[in-house]
């Protein structure tokens, strides 16, 4: 499974995924990063199609992120791509012929095959098209209508990937999402609007603003004086944290580190809504993560038995699914001595695809099952959440904002 990041540095934000198919064979996993604007746009597809491809002030770039998932060589990736764009451009060959050739190019400099992982960005524009493989730029084909034309390969009533223009809809056609796009947009049209001279802080803006700028800052948490920062290397930021207690024993402080998406749910104050959001893992929010302190010290297989069976009773799945995770906790404590002493830190990656376990900043693994990430989430954000406290922080940080 393929995890796309929630925003790119150029301010454009993912709209969704979704999957290339020829026959049974999966080619490669495909996002689409758009503007606030087209996050707004997502009511239709032919009005995403449309703000998609508008390449206005509002929305100068499109771009599609491809992960290859199926190993392909140069020539035949880069004349499948050119081939779905060719009949959607009424420009000369040629110019879709410069396209192609970039894209082989990008691929013969890294040995000539596009293997697994193997990653193509197309920035679309008024200009054309920037082919980018394996964060390599290779150049633009610099030609008018290219740029949508490339869109509407993704776009279309015959689009080559319906599950993409699917994903789009699913993610930000709902009511939550619509007042985050809203508010996205309202603060992309403010930060635009910025000229020398100064800046109403009290702006329409300033709402939004405060829960990404003004509010990111760290947290100690109160029972334990243990401080989290306030964001990690993900684009997750910091929604609260507290403390895990068994009896009057302070076990480990605990953070949770989620998507704007899941902080919007939060500025209205709703628990269940923040709970929905935390555990969706939509493209607007793929992950979620919990980080963990250790304030108590404990032996691998006490902590690791304690973790997973507060995940148990939430978990649909086989019972060895479980036993997996666990063993995945142990290890990474055992790499460390066999002790979980005071100051370890454990991160649990909770998507769609399972639970990832790291320990010290060392990755163990992923236990990579279906429904076991929404379990994980459960387990401090559910009516029945082992840290109250954790819960509380979130809504007392970002209810008032």
């Known amino acids: 499974s393929v995890v796309f990041d929630p925003k790119l540095d150029e301010g454009l934000y993912l709209v969704g995924a ?3 198919k020829k026959s049974v064979i999966k080619v490669y996993a495909v996002a689409l990063y758009g503007s606030a604007s087209v996050l707004n746009a997502v009511s239709s597809p032919a009005t995403l199609r449309a703000a998609a491809r508008s390449f206005g002030a509002s929305t100068p770039l499109t771009s599609f992120v491809l992960e290859m998932t199926y190993s392909a060589s140069a020539e035949k990736i880069g004349g499948a791509i050119a081939d779905s764009v060719k009949p959607r451009y009424s420009g000369p060959d040629a110019d879709i012929s410069m396209l192609e050739s ?12 596009a293997t697994k992982g193997t990653t193509f960005r197309f920035d679309c524009s008024q200009e054309g098209v920037t082919v980018i493989v394996d964060g390599s730029v290779q150049g633009t084909a610099k030609f008018a209508d290219m740029g949508g034309a490339f869109v509407d390969v993704f776009l279309d009533d015959n689009a080559v990937s319906p599950t993409l223009v699917s994903s789009c809809m699913d993610s930000w056609s709902n009511p939550q999402a619509k007042a985050t796009a809203a508010s996205l947009l309202e603060l992309s049209e ?21 829960a990404i700028e003004s509010n990111m800052k760290a947290i100690q948490e109160y029972a334990t ?11 997750l930021y910091l929604a609260g944290a507290g403390v895990r207690k068994k009896s009057i024993v302070k076990v480990y402080a605990v953070a949770m580190y989620s998507s704007p998406v899941v902080l919007q749910a939060l500025s209205t104050g709703s628990r269940s809504g923040m709970h929905k959001a935390a555990r969706s893992f939509s493209p607007a929010s793929p992950l979620t993560a919990f980080v963990l302190e250790m304030t108590y010290s404990a032996g691998a297989e006490k902590i690791a038995g304690a973790i997973a069976e507060s995940v148990k009773p939430r978990y649909n799945g086989n019972p060895s699914d479980i036993s997996e995770l666990e063993a995945l906790i ?8 066999g002790l979980a002493r005071k100051g370890t830190v454990f991160r649990f990656d909770c998507s769609q695809d399972g639970v990832r376990v790291s320990v010290d900043g060392s990755d163990q693994g992923m236990a990579a099952f279906e429904g076991m990430g929404g379990a994980f989430v459960d387990v401090f954000l559910d009516d029945n959440a082992v840290s109250p406290s954790l819960i509380d922080s979130c809504v007392e940080t970002w209810s008032k904002v």
């Open 225 to 235: 004086s243990v401080t989290f920062v306030p964001k990690l290397d993900d684009g």
């Open 18 to 20: 979704g999957v290339r």
């Open 102 to 113: 970039l894209i082989v190019e990008g691929v013969k400099i890294k040995g000539g095959q």
């Open 330 to 337: 142990v290890k990474g404590v055992n790499l460390r001595g």
């Open 190 to 210: 403010s930060s635009d609007g910025t000229s020398s001279n100064e800046q109403d802080d009290e702006g329409p803006s300033s709402s939004l603003q405060n």
